[in-house]
């Protein structure tokens, strides 16, 4: 029965980060809807001109800003997360940045852009482009009105805390109970299942595998930081170029093409650089010194 409590425990502990994520996201984009509802349905009342139920749902699509909502929800769930941890983070100098060469950093960042490509070529080339072209859709109403603001969001405050959650948390209390592979895989599953639908959950496992390795790799929570940032930011930046670029096209090709070579050198020269680092397996019940 104890081993039972243990293994309960253990999975808990594994699965409350990613569960305060989703639903602290899923909270507040509930509230900033009722909000917004109970604002708009109140004013067309005060103009004489109630709005349908009708209405009043387009009118909320319209002025949900998601940007806003994943802003909140990651600064409300880091906070948590960090006064459940930053114990254990001071005493296994988790936000050192030491031991990783600025340029290895610069590689990573590169990597994490051509990644993006990577991706989101091959929803299209093996057949899923309903998938890369909802994906698309996606990005394009992610990036509506202010351009900083969806730079600022997308590409640095949600991957420096979904790094924080499911590599520095999630992968590494895994990696004290299962294997290596096991635990790599499994927190890119969590990973996928987060992100809430197959289109985004379907890159998300594969980016959460490479963010993984990456972090196990170096043994560094800023490598998959940098990494992610760059993947994300690529997405902004190009977000309509399905307009611009169409998959079938010569341009978008070479694009693939030159980004899947990039990224197998890439990460051949980086297996080769940092060869040599210690297993990323860390007890996470350390005592506060």
Known sequence: MGKVKI?????WGILVYPLLYYITSTVIGFIWGWITGF???FTTILQGHPASIEEIEEAIMAAVDFRIIALISCLITFFIVWLINHKVWKNTKFWNYSGVAVTTMLLCAVFG????????S???YVGLFT????HQDFLTDLMRGNFLMAIFVVALVMPFVEEVIFRGVVLRRLLNCTSTEGALVIHALIFAVVHGDFTQGLYAFFLGLVLGWAYMKFNNIWVPIIMHMAF??????FANRAGIFEPSSAVFILMTVVAVIACILLGVLLMKR??????LIIDENIEES
């Open 7 to 11: 293994a309960i425990k253990s999975i």
């Open 39 to 41: 604002y708009i349905g």
């Open 113 to 120: 852009l051509l990644f993006n490509q990577v991706v989101m």
């Open 122 to 124: 091959g929803l299209y």
């Open 131 to 134: 998938l890369y072209i909802g």
């Open 232 to 237: 994300n930011l690529y997405g902004v930046l």
């Open 274 to 279: 940092y060869n040599n680092i210690p297993d």
